[in-house]
């Protein structure tokens, strides 16, 4: 949920290239200093930036430990379906490979032609 929001995800990436203050991460977006501090709570409460004070300043930093604990998850998760999918597809084969062929369906079209009126 914390990366669903587009503003959320471009405060990350200015994030991954190094620490920056509340207000220099505001500056580029169009929208208020308040609602900029929501998205960042959002990503806080994520655990996916945390926040030192400096003085009056407040400056934030990007963690990837949750995102790489998701990855963990994703790759997880792909490797178990994965196998999962290739045993079935190759249990299916085999089921295909012994049973007998059968004789192609022949289906006759009727037309009937109509007589015009007169």
Known sequence: MALADPTRRTILKQ????????????????????????????????????????GREHVLSFEAAPLDEALDWIETQRAFWTNRLNALDA????????????????????????TPKK
Request: charged share 30%; glycine share 4%.
């Open 15 to 54: 994030l991954a290239q190094g620490e920056a203050r509340i207000t220099d991460l505001a500056r580029p977006f169009v929208l208020s200093f308040n609602a900029i501090s929501k998205h960042i709570r959002v990503l806080e409460h994520a655990g996916l930036v945390r926040r030192r004070r400096n």
């Open 91 to 114: 249990l299916l084969t085999a089921k295909d490979k012994h049973r007998a062929p059968r004789a192609p369906r022949t289906t006759q079209i009727t037309t009937q032609r109509k």
